[in-house]
């Protein structure tokens, strides 16, 4: 498509988060994104997130987050859920890394991180 077009990355992605853009092959672009993003939630275990993974282009009046207005990507709640749940695994797989002798006890700095 970017050679097609004869544009990069940036003006191919403006074009995707463009909610007046229409061309079939952003519309093709955003489905495949969906998928992907359908299919790592789904690798991760997290079907119950699946049906509900729906980007939306969020605007000033739903998206508290500047940097996402604009933008056609998950709403905040979604965002925090699967956030949170990065978090969680995060810590999860730590805990059993330095149970098993993989990696070193957090210092009192980062425990207050926590």
Known sequence: MMIAHNKGLTSTYNRFHDPDE????????????????????????????????????????????????????????????VLARLLALNAERAANERARGLAPAPNAEELDEV
Not at 29 to 51: K, Q, S, T
């Open 22 to 81: 229409q061309a079939p092959d952003i519309l093709r672009l955003r489905e495949l994104h969906h998928a992907m993003d359908r299919v790592v939630l789904r690798a991760y275990g997290w079907d119950d997130l699946v049906e509900t993974a729906a980007p939306e282009f969020l605007t000033a009046d739903t998206e508290p987050e500047h940097r996402y207005q604009e933008r056609l990507f998950w709403p905040a709640p979604f965002r925090d859920e």
